[in-house]
């Protein structure tokens, strides 16, 4: 079985933000399938499609996993529901928990459940800075483009903070 690097985006605007991201992210991480899991700082960004709701705070996660891309789509939507997401909502309205699939290895993939590469990633800084973050000289497959080149054309003028937590020793 190949093993392939899988790069996700992890987005909550409501309740406690940071724990959901650490717990989906933890989440993840018990599923023996996927190893090595890395997270980016957290990042305060405000909601680019419908502004009234609660910015949101985001992360980029990697790891390495012989999962195929759906069954990481399984793993992520019981990630999800076990947070409370609904199964079925509106797009771009509030949620606990929102996980998204960047990249899986070099695989190329079009249908209605899932897009890979995930056909938004060069419009959206609060995907882009906290993948720099954990990945700087990420290679975009299939393409002579980095991330940087993405981060430097990228349209979105929204505001993507680093997240400071407060760290209880």
Do not use: W
């Amino acid at each position: 079985m190949n093993s392939n690097m899988v790069y996700l985006s992890l987005g909550s605007n409501i309740g406690d933000r940071e724990s959901n991201l650490a717990q989906a992210t933890m989440a993840l991480s018990i599923n023996f399938e996927i190893s090595g899991i890395k997270s980016s700082s957290y990042y305060e960004t405000e909601p680019l499609y419908n502004q009234d709701q609660p910015e949101f705070l985001n992360s980029v996660v990697k790891f390495s996993t012989t999962l195929r891309p759906f069954d990481v789509l399984d793993v992520i939507q019981k990630v999800e529901t076990m947070l409370g997401r609904p199964i079925s909502r509106e797009k771009n309205q509030p949620r606990t928990i929102d996980i998204d699939i960047l990249f899986h290895g070099d695989a190329t993939i079009e249908t209605e459940e899932l897009s890979i590469p995930h056909p938004m990633i060069s419009l959206r800084k609060f995907i882009l800075i906290p993948f720099a973050e954990i990945e700087p000289n990420f290679q975009i497959p299939h393409s002579n483009l980095t991330l940087n080149d993405l981060i430097e054309h990228c349209p979105d003028n929204s505001r993507v903070i680093r997240h400071h937590m407060d760290i209880q020793a």
